[in-house]
């Protein structure tokens, strides 16, 4: 069910050959508040998904703020319980929040009147998950 699935965004950049591993090596990973930094360039600045490393020009993808915000939209639109960052102390603590942008964008739906999406009322906004639910899919012999 939808309203129990939360959509789970990292807030570091990998580059591109990490990309298509699963490793949890952390040299392979740099802070979102870093890719704002000095050391790297978008042509997008903070909005883009993809920044190059001055020295070498190695390419890191992150979640920009564009993608990030279609990512809450896309949650506030399918029904589902919520986002959640991976990593909070990566986000970046001025200019270009990744949690501030996904704020951002929930109060924008909530007080549309165009709105196709009903945002829950709730007293506050909370980016944190309530609870969870380890579960295991049974999947048939024959398909393993």
């Known amino acids: 069910d939808p309203s129990q699935l939360v959509l789970l965004t990292p807030l570091f950049a990998r580059p591109d050959a990490a990309l298509l591993g699963h490793g949890r090596d952390a040299a392979l990973r740099r802070p979102w508040h870093e890719m704002l930094g000095q050391k790297f360039h978008s042509a997008d600045g903070m ?4 920044f190059a490393e001055h020295s070498t020009k190695k390419k890191w993808w992150a979640s920009g703020l564009i993608t990030t915000r279609s990512k809450v939209q896309h949650v506030l639109d399918g029904g589902y319980a919520g986002i959640g960052f991976r990593d ?10 990744q949690v501030q942008s996904a704020v951002q964008t929930i109060r924008e739906q909530a007080s549309s009147p165009q709105a196709t999406t009903k945002v829950p009322s709730m ?20 398909e393993m």
Do not use: A, C, K
């Open 123 to 142: 007293p506050g906004i909370s980016l944190f998950q309530r609870s969870s639910l380890l579960t295991r899919s049974r999947v048939p012999r024959n």
């Open 47 to 50: 909005n883009g998904d993809v």
């Open 88 to 97: 909070l102390h990566h986000d970046s603590h001025e200019v270009g929040s």
